[in-house]
């Protein structure tokens, strides 16, 4: 990351924004480690072996400049602190640049002062500055809204897999296996992640060097950072991978994410997949595995072909995203909204697409089903624009986390007025599966 000039920056009552340097690290861990540790007694040890690892100089997208922290100037204390880390995320396969907010905490006794809001102001900067297009952050909920986001995609739905009622193993189980990745592994979970980012509207784009910094760069000495392993049939031929976490939450094992290479069978793997999870959760505590809670979003080739009874459902959270040039956006995939229209029943459509927001809107214009204009509109009467969305909740629909018709029934205020508005919405921005394995 570049140095800012615009920092640092006195905020007043003696406290300076800033840029991190290395020599932060350890006060920095020490303090990520305290302010996040949530109901526990002691301070969360992950957090702290997450925070060097970002600072250790090796991440893919992340610096040991790239967090903001607020110190006391008398003292050099640290007592709130954020950072930005840079991916690419993809839409229906248009990849688009996001920053992703991260470790955002302060102090007890600085609370309610700004130091937040102050410090999302630097790191949007930062992400407009690197041509990310959308910022996006899991956390506190509500407490995002306030800065410019929306929840608009959904986050850890889970099915939990109770182990006590698998049945005996089989010889069919016996074909696959999984051995721990090495950084020589990188180029098979990229095949993997191409192939299965095909059942997902948006997902997080990994390449090579990511996967190794996930496999090999990492500290392991603290648990925390995901475990990577590959899955490959009894001959030794690597066919996809899968992450877990590197802790275990009591008697449970949290699995992120599973994919495997084009043309392998989910339905000959998957049981010794799900065996192999086992065996790992075991060797990572005395107290015996009782769950694999699958992090695998609402619909996953594993859950059709795994062996037991019928996973329970857990329903999860959302990412929270921001958006804060929407025509900038839409032109980015212009491309997909074309594609599904010339696929659909309005292929050729001629004429707008008005979106209104109450406070302003969009006019999308088409001629011949292409997109040729994204207009500033505004209206008086709600009746004459195609839909109308109260404060962000259009991201919703943008992103597939809901159709317009729930969004209605959520939202009084939220509708498609004319006739055959909502059917051209269905069309343009269709209710779809996401799956953001977002790997820092």
Known sequence: MAYDPSLPLDLGDGLVLRQSRVEDTEQLAAFNADVHRG?????????????RDLMRGNHPTHAPDCFTVVEERGTGRIVSALNLISQTWSYDGVPFGVGRVELVGTAPDYRRRGLIRRQFEVVHRWSAERGELVQAITGIPWYYRQFGYEYALELDHARMLAVHTLPEPSDADARFRLRAAVEADAAICVRADAWGRRRYLVTCQRDEATWRYEIGGR?????????VWIVETANGQ?????????????????????????????????PAIVRGLIEVGNRMAPEPLAELALLLEREHPLYRWMPGEPPRRNRGYAWYLRVPDLPAFLWRIAPVLEARLAASDAAGYDGYVQLWFYRDGLQLTFEGGRLVAIDPWSTEHTRQ?????????FLQLLFGYRSITELSEIYPDCFARPRGAAALLDVLFPKRISKVY???
């Open 438 to 440: 977002g790997l820092a």
């Open 238 to 270: 690597p066919v996809g991978y899968v992450t877990h976490a590197g802790r275990r939450d009591g008697a449970q094992l949290r699995v992120q994410a599973a994919e495997l290479v084009e043309g392998a069978s989910w339905q000959a793997a998957a």
């Open 219 to 227: 500290d392991k000495a603290e648990p925390g950072p995901p475990v």
């Open 385 to 393: 624009a195609t839909a109308v969305f109260p404060d962000l909740t």
């Open 39 to 51: 109901e526990a007694a002691e301070p969360a040890a992950w957090v702290a072996g997450w925070t």
